[in-house]
């Protein structure tokens, strides 16, 4: 009798064990908040012109600069790498590059120089690029900028 109680008395602690270690099991596996997935910060293809621009500049100084695009909608075959291991280039460039050329010739050298006229220029950049060509382009990056 006195055996019976005491197995009684273990079973009554084993059994909140056993649906607390359930109830954790449960929770963890089924109701937890699932981790939320990191969104990109530049969603799309950072594609990059595959030659810098040299440009004459007013006042007879010049430049050279890397232009990168960000584009939303790139065929996979673009954004590869090819086994040489040179970027493919982008679709269209030639008519970008004619835009930016055009746009970057004959500019004071302080709009590439300076901040704030540089982010004016990449403003007028990525209208007329929208314009000028069929990519949907995102962003335009000003990626290296020498002035001489």
């Known amino acids: 009798?006195?055996?019976?109680?005491r197995l009684k008395?273990?079973?009554l602690l084993i059994l909140?064990?056993?649906?607390?270690v359930a109830a954790?099991?449960?929770?963890?596996?089924?109701l937890a908040p699932k981790k939320a997935r990191a969104v990109p910060r530049l969603p799309g293809a950072l594609m990059p012109?595959?030659?810098p621009f040299v440009v004459n500049l007013r006042g007879g100084r010049y430049a050279k600069v890397s232009v990168a695009l960000l584009l939303e909608n790139v065929p996979a075959s673009a954004a590869a790498e090819t086994?040489?291991?040179t970027a493919t280039p982008v679709p269209q460039e030639p008519a970008i590059r004619a835009v930016v050329t055009d746009m970057l010739t004959g500019l004071p050298a302080n709009d590439l120089i300076?901040?704030?006229?540089?982010?004016?220029?990449?403003a007028r950049l990525l209208k007329a690029l929208r314009?000028?060509?069929?990519?949907?382009?995102?962003?335009?990056?000003?990626?290296?900028?020498?002035v001489q």
């Not at 009798?1 to 109680?5: E, F, N, P, V």
């Not at 909140?16 to 607390?20: D, E, G, H, S």
């Not at 954790?24 to 089924?30: D, E, I, M, P, S």
């Not at 300076?114 to 990449?122: F, S």
Request: no cysteine; net charge positive.
């Open 1 to 5: 009798m006195k055996r019976l109680k």
């Open 9 to 11: 008395g273990r079973k």
């Open 16 to 20: 909140p064990l056993v649906v607390l």
């Open 24 to 30: 954790g099991v449960a929770y963890k596996t089924v």
């Open 49 to 51: 012109l595959s030659q």
């Open 83 to 85: 086994s040489s291991g």
């Open 114 to 122: 300076e901040p704030g006229p540089r982010r004016r220029l990449v």
């Open 131 to 146: 314009a000028a060509t069929d990519n949907t382009i995102d962003k335009v990056f000003l990626t290296d900028i020498t």
